[in-house]
């Protein structure tokens, strides 16, 4: 019995050692979540409207071609997560050592939702050619 209880420690001290060199690969990963107010839908971007610390909207072009994989690029900048409920739709984006990563939309994927809007326009053609965004505060 002792060295069954003695090899579960050895397997513990393992797998914590192995968890903490993986959590060494994620340094420099930052993010900020902010609440989403709406989102509206155009043909060439998503306009996420937001809150800013002094409680004033602003509102960040997102465009729709981040949601493809790009040829040479290793993963999407544009996700969307399935809102769970009670909680309320937000918008996080991750940064590594500065530079914008990628950014994660948690919303109702129903567009009939009243949290979706259309929109005709989707802003200056500069804002949809951009390879990062950031937020006001």
Known sequence: MKNFVFAGVILLCAAAFAGAQDSSSKEGLTYVTVRV????ESPEAYIVMYPTHSNKAASVAIPK???IQQPGKSARKLIFQKLR???EPFMTLFYRDGVFERVY???PLDKTDSRWGLSKKAGAQGDLDKESISIEF
Request: charged content about 10%.
């Open 105 to 107: 939309l948690t919303m």
């Open 65 to 67: 071609t981040w949601q």
């Open 85 to 87: 409920l009670p909680l």
């Open 37 to 40: 107010y709406r989102v509206f």
